[in-house]
């Protein structure tokens, strides 16, 4: 079993940067792929952005190429999401995933889940 708890969302002024925080518990996490998605008011949910936890190979959605950053730290067992050059359309529930196995840019295959954090970027 594993658990994710996120934290670090918050308001902020477009431009700005936020960095959300996904601490993960309950087992090791070697061949273990972690995501980042997130879930705009009546829309789908989306994936952001992944790490391998083993080999720290990344994959982004275009939308968050060159502005967000994906990292991990292996003695903390917690992955990061480091948000630049934030827009309004990032205003998300940004939930943090893991799955077994390769990283993989569906929520369909995530088997946990956080609880999200609130990100709201105003204008």
């Known amino acids: 079993q594993v658990q994710l708890v996120e934290s670090g969302g918050g308001l902020v002024q477009a431009g700005g940067s936020l960095r959300l925080s996904c601490a993960a518990s309950?087992?090791?996490?070697?061949?273990?792929?972690m995501g980042w998605f997130r879930q705009a008011p009546g829309k789908e949910r989306e994936f952001v952005a992944a790490?391998?936890?083993?080999?720290?190979?990344?994959d982004y959605a275009d939308s968050v190429k060159g502005r967000f950053t994906i990292s991990r730290d292996n003695a903390k067992n917690t992955v990061y999401l480091q948000m630049n050059s934030l827009k309004p359309e990032d205003t998300a529930v940004y939930y943090c995933?893991?799955?077994?196995?390769?990283?993989?840019?569906?929520?369909?295959?995530?088997?946990?889940w956080g609880q999200g954090t609130q990100v709201t970027v105003s204008s």
């Open positions: 995933a893991a799955r077994f196995g390769r990283i993989i840019a569906s929520a369909s295959f995530y088997n946990y």
């Open positions: 309950g087992r090791t996490f070697s061949g273990t792929a």
């Open positions: 790490i391998s936890w083993s080999t720290g190979i990344t």
